[in-house]
C-alpha cells in the first residue's frame, strides 16, 4: 500500500487539515503517518487513520527520516512555516536530505501537495 507522510508547523496546519478534509477521499488509499501533534489534529478533523510518530520538535521529522532511509515511504507532504524559525531546524534538514537522497517525493506548499496526491494514485 502506497505510504504517505502529513507534516505541517504550527501555522501551517489549518491548511494541511484542510488539504487533508477535501482530498480525504483519495487519502483514504493510502497508509498515512504524520507527526504528533499533526496526525492527533487530521485525526480530530477527519475520519482518516493517520499512524502517529513523535512531535517533530521530538523527533518525528527523524523518525519519518528514518522511514525514507528505509525505503519504505512512498511521499511527504510537509507545509513548513516559512516565516518562522524552528527549534529543531536540523532534524527538518535532515528530513528534506534524505528526501534528496532516495529520491522520495517531497511536497512543501499546496500547489506540489495536489500533484503529490494526484502522482502516487494508480
Ligand atoms: O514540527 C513539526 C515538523 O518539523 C511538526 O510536528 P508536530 O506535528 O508534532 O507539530
Known sequence: MTRVALIAHDEKKSEL???????????REYDLLATGTTGKRLMEATD??????????LGGDLMIGSEVAEGILDGIVFLRDPLR??????????????CDVHDTA????????????EGLSD
Open 17 to 27: 487539515i484542510e488539504f487533508t478534509q477535501a482530498h480525504e477521499a483519495q487519502l
Open 48 to 57: 482518516l487513520e493517520v499512524e502517529r510518530k513523535a512531535s517533530g520538535p
Open 85 to 98: 524559525a524552528q527549534p529543531h531546524e536540523p532534524d527538518i534538514s535532515a528530513l528534506l536530505r534524505i
Open 106 to 117: 517531497l511536497a512543501t506548499n499546496l500547489a506540489s501537495a495536489e500533484f503529490l496526491i
